[in-house]
């Protein structure tokens, strides 16, 4: 199985603005130090092996899209940010190359960053395309209708080809779909979200994200350490710090890099990708939160140690 990231902002797309490009390139040039390269590639290979992470690159602005792939030969997504544009295109290459034209589409939940990429998705206007869509919530279809509705959007849903299927899944049951076994929990958001793990070929993924935890009910905190048990992953929305997130964000429906940790340590689960990044923070501040959480991880870990990834716009994960 193989993890990929399409989108992990959360709340809002963002883009980088010019004063952070300009900043990233006097911090490779200070790097550089007047170095002479005798070839692109030389500069290629000084710019993977020596610029840190935010100088030479940065973790994106498209909001939550997540896809497994590598359980079947139908593709399986996790929510349709603005990251789902850049996957239907991706994956209309591949279905180019023999791959099968039926979209798995696993919903967190309705909000508009979950999704806003649907209108953009090219799939959509492909007769042969099949295209699932599973999810805790009943309102899905009405969503994604209300999304294209005339008067904010110019193509209605009706004009497009492919064909759609829509699924309430319910927590507790176990469904098998595209090679994997998917169970879904319910999660503390705003109008509900749910989180899910999927299972295929003795590995685990878990995608929960837009979830809060109430560090004061350990009822709940042991149901989503039951769900996360010994995944191979575990991507979690890390949007706050724990200070924002017990103090003036309590019930914004988020979560913080320390829960997670917390949360994965006790399910003795392998690695944990950050995910969701605040639209304020910039690439050195996402960073900054990354090294903190792994340092956390380290001075807290009891058992085995878990890998602290940070997500960023077109990470890929192998399990
Ligand atoms: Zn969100
Ligand atoms: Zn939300």
């Known amino acids: 199985m193989r993890v990929r990231f399409w ?3 959360g709340s809002l797309p963002t ?31 000084f710019v993977d092996n020596e610029l840190d992470f935010p100088v030479r690159a940065t973790y994106g602005g498209a909001s939550s899209c997540v896809e497994l792939d590598g359980t079947s030969e139908e593709f399986i997504v ?33 909000h508009w960053d979950h999704i806003m990429g649907f209108p953009f998705f090219v799939p959509a206007f492909d007769p042969d395309v099949t295209i699932r869509i599973f999810g805790g919530h009943d309102t899905i279809e009405q ?16 004009s497009l ?59 709940s905190i042991q149901r989503f350490v039951d769900f996360f048990h010994d995944a191979d992953l575990v991507i979690m ?11 003036m964000k309590a019930d914004w429906g988020h979560s913080s890099n320390v829960v997670a940790v917390d949360l994965c340590h006790r399910a003795n689960a392998r690695r944990l990708a950050m995910f969701h990044h605040e639209p304020i923070f910039d690439d050195n501040t996402i960073r900054k939160i990354h090294l903190e959480t792994i340092r956390y991880e380290e ?17 890929e994960v192998p399990l």
Not at 143 to 158: C, G, H, T, W, Y
Not at 161 to 173: H, I, K, N, Q, Y
Not at 299 to 307: N, Y
């Open 78 to 110: 996790c929510d349709m940010g603005s990251g789902l544009r850049e996957f239907g295109l991706d994956s209309m290459r591949r279905s180019r190359n023999g791959r099968k034209k039926v979209y798995n589409v696993f919903m967190s939940h309705l």
């Open 15 to 45: 883009a980088m603005r010019s004063s952070e490009v300009r900043d990233k390139l006097i911090a490779a040039l200070k790097t550089a130090n007047g170095r002479h390269f005798q070839s692109d590639a030389a500069i290629g290979n």
């Open 143 to 158: 969503a994604l209708r209300r999304q294209q509705e005339k008067i904010s959007f110019p193509v209605p849903f009706d």
């Open 237 to 247: 929305d890390t949007m706050y710090s724990l200070a924002d997130a017990v103090s």
């Open 161 to 219: 080809r492919a064909r759609f299927d829509f699924s309430t899944l319910v927590p507790g049951e176990v469904a098998e779909i595209a090679g994997c076994r998917v169970e879904l929990i319910r999660q503390h958001h705003d109008n509900d979200s749910y989180g899910y793990r999927f299972s295929s070929n003795g590995q685990s993924v878990v995608y929960s994200t837009d979830s809060e935890h109430k560090l004061d009910d350990p009822l």
């Open 7 to 9: 989108g992990t902002r």
């Open 299 to 315: 001075l807290m870990r009891k058992e085995s140690a878990l890998e602290v990834l940070c997500a960023y716009d077109g990470f």
